[in-house]
């Protein structure tokens, strides 16, 4: 087997020594070879065991995937928020329909409602490929993905064709990454270059940097002045849905999921019934009952996510909306004043904690987020279990108290270390 990761050699496997973002694979050829390699592929060097070089390794490996291409069919979904929702609707309806599908994302690769954690949303180029080669072997007409932008800043799907394309929606994001807003926006564009001659492009309309993705055989959706519209009241096209998914921006992620399925040749008939019985991913807008409280964990990290998870709430209840929300370490900094801001605006009360602070000090990330606040209206507790625990006692009577910024994540990242963290789990140990 061609393996890019030495730990993962087994005896009589091939090593592709590739250069990734942070990490160059020739630093791990000879712990490769000491692990079984039986065949190395790189750029330099001479080695003990068979070697072929190569002018450049990603390259090369581009180069094998188109020749031993895949004869499955892929819907790339891409935006700042939205992708994970939109991708796991699409897996479950077309499943439903009796399609074949796989899913690979934020939560994983998930095939016969099997999930196996990924360490990236959008993995690398080897890992992706051996995933969609397991989705064949396991009779899989569609593989829906989760296409990032750091993927494609990185070319890591440089070599796939799409299907189909969906562009959700683009508010800040990834700038410690990308550096500015033009080169986020370059790098999800890059999907819709990517898409098969005969391939769908679905492009939501109301969002302001719709004109960016309009590439290549696209259609719009949503709320007015599109192909595919819905309203208040869930009617698509004339066509009237039970959705069960609570929020403005998940009848974007239905109406998404709905408009490609339309295109690919599906009717209202074929699809009405599996609506209604959809179900959100895993710490997204996931409600906990307490009382007559409600307790949602979400991943909401974004300023725009967090606007909407509040917004959400705020229609839910005619009690208070409580918040517990941080930002992530060795990530965009210029986020985090925004989002204290929205928070405090919002919400009744904040409670500004950790979450996956990795290299830096968490009392410095809050700081930031809490610097130059209007209100006084919140309380830092820089323990993440403790700050939810104190979250459920001001809990009184039809009220929300909404877990932010971790969602499905079963840890917390810090240091270099990723540590056992349940949002889901403390709440539940502490109702």
Same mark, same amino acid.
């Given at each position: 087997?061609?393996?890019?990761?030495?730990? #993962?050699?087994?005896?009589?496997?091939? &090593?592709?020594?590739?250069?990734?973002?942070?990490?160059?694979?020739?630093?791990?050829?000879?712990?490769?070879?000491?692990?079984?390699? #039986?065949?190395?592929?790189?750029?330099?060097?001479?080695?003990?065991?068979?070697?072929?070089?190569?002018?450049?390794?990603?390259?090369?490996?581009?180069?094998?995937?188109?020749?031993?291409?895949?004869?499955?069919?892929?819907?790339?979904?891409?935006?700042?928020?939205?992708?994970?929702?939109?991708?796991?609707?699409?897996?479950? =309806?077309?499943?439903?329909?009796?399609?074949?599908?796989?899913?690979?994302?934020? /939560?994983?690769?998930?095939?016969?409602?099997?999930?196996?954690?990924? !360490?990236?949303? +959008?993995?690398? %180029? =080897?890992?992706?490929?051996? *995933?969609?080669?397991?989705?064949?072997?396991?009779?899989?007409?569609?593989?829906?993905?989760?296409?990032?932008?750091?993927?494609?800043?990185?070319?890591?799907?440089?070599?796939?064709?799409?299907?189909?394309?969906?562009?959700?929606?683009? +508010?800040?994001?990834?700038? !410690?990454?990308?550096?500015?807003?033009?080169?986020?926006?370059?790098?999800?564009?890059?999907?819709?270059?990517?898409?098969?001659?005969?391939?769908? %492009?679905?492009?939501?309309?109301?969002?302001?940097?719709?004109?960016? &993705?309009?590439?290549?055989?696209?259609?719009?959706?949503?709320? $007015?002045? %599109?192909?595919?519209?819905?309203?208040?009241?869930?009617?698509?096209?004339?066509?009237?849905?039970?959705?069960? *998914?609570?929020?403005?921006?998940?009848?974007?992620?239905?109406?998404?999921?709905?408009?490609?399925?339309?295109?690919?040749?599906?009717?209202?008939?074929?699809?009405?019934?599996?609506?209604?019985?959809?179900?959100?991913? %895993?710490?997204?807008?996931?409600?906990?009952?307490?009382?007559?409280? #409600?307790?949602?964990?979400?991943?909401?990290?974004?300023?725009?996510?967090?606007?909407?998870?509040?917004?959400?709430?705020?229609?839910?209840?005619?009690?208070?909306?409580?918040?517990?929300?941080?930002?992530?370490?060795?990530?965009?900094?210029?986020?985090?004043?925004?989002?204290? =801001?929205?928070? $405090?605006?919002?919400?009744?009360?904040?409670? &500004?904690?950790?979450?996956?602070?990795?290299?830096?000090?968490?009392?410095?990330?809050?700081?930031?987020? +809490?610097?130059?606040?209007?209100?006084?209206?919140?309380?830092?507790?820089?323990?993440?279990?403790?700050? /939810?625990?104190?979250?459920?006692?001001?809990?009184?009577?039809?009220?929300?108290?909404?877990?932010?910024?971790?969602?499905?994540?079963?840890?917390? /990242?810090?240091?270099?270390?990723?540590?056992?963290?349940?949002?889901?789990?403390?709440?539940?140990?502490?109702?």
């Amino acid at each position: 087997m061609l393996q890019s990761d030495s730990r #993962k050699v087994k005896d009589g496997d091939t &090593f592709i020594a590739l250069k990734g973002y942070k990490e160059d694979g020739h630093k791990y050829i000879l712990d490769a070879i000491n692990n079984g390699a #039986k065949k190395v592929i790189a750029k330099r060097g001479k080695y003990a065991v068979e070697t072929l070089i190569v002018d450049d390794t990603n390259e090369y490996l581009h180069k094998y995937f188109k020749i031993n291409k895949i004869d499955i069919k892929l819907i790339g979904v891409t935006g700042t928020n939205g992708k994970t929702t939109t991708c796991y609707l699409l897996y479950q =309806l077309l499943n439903g329909l009796g399609c074949k599908c796989a899913y690979i994302g934020t /939560i994983g690769y998930i095939v016969d409602d099997v999930v196996t954690p990924l !360490d990236n949303t +959008t993995p690398g %180029s =080897l890992e992706l490929y051996n *995933l969609l080669e397991d989705s064949y072997n396991h009779n899989c007409e569609y593989v829906v993905m989760e296409v990032s932008s750091q993927a494609l800043d990185q070319k890591r799907v440089d070599y796939l064709e799409f299907d189909a394309a969906i562009f959700t929606n683009l +508010t800040r994001d990834h700038l !410690d990454y990308h550096k500015t807003l033009e080169n986020y926006i370059e790098a999800k564009r890059k999907l819709f270059y990517l898409l098969k001659d005969d391939g769908i %492009s679905l492009i939501n309309n109301d969002d302001p940097y719709a004109a960016n &993705f309009k590439i290549k055989n696209y259609k719009t959706y949503g709320f $007015t002045d %599109s192909d595919y519209t819905i309203d208040d009241e869930n009617v698509i096209n004339s066509h009237p849905y039970n959705i069960p *998914l609570i929020g403005k921006y998940n009848k974007y992620n239905t109406l998404a999921a709905i408009s490609l399925l339309y295109e690919l040749g599906y009717q209202y008939d074929d699809i009405k019934e599996l609506v209604q019985n959809l179900k959100e991913p %895993s710490g997204r807008m996931e409600v906990i009952n307490y009382k007559t409280n #409600k307790i949602i964990i979400d991943y909401a990290h974004t300023p725009d996510a967090l606007q909407n998870v509040i917004n959400t709430s705020l229609e839910l209840t005619d009690g208070h909306v409580y918040v517990i929300i941080g930002c992530g370490g060795n990530r965009d900094k210029g986020k985090r004043k925004m989002m204290g =801001l929205i928070a $405090t605006d919002m919400a009744y009360y904040t409670i &500004f904690t950790s979450d996956n602070p990795r290299d830096e000090d968490p009392l410095d990330i809050i700081k930031d987020m +809490t610097s130059n606040l209007d209100k006084d209206n919140y309380q830092i507790e820089v323990n993440r279990e403790n700050a /939810i625990k104190k979250g459920i006692q001001l809990l009184n009577n039809n009220d929300i108290l909404l877990v932010l910024g971790k969602g499905h994540e079963k840890y917390q /990242i810090i240091g270099n270390e990723r540590l056992p963290f349940d949002d889901k789990q403390i709440v539940l140990d502490n109702i």
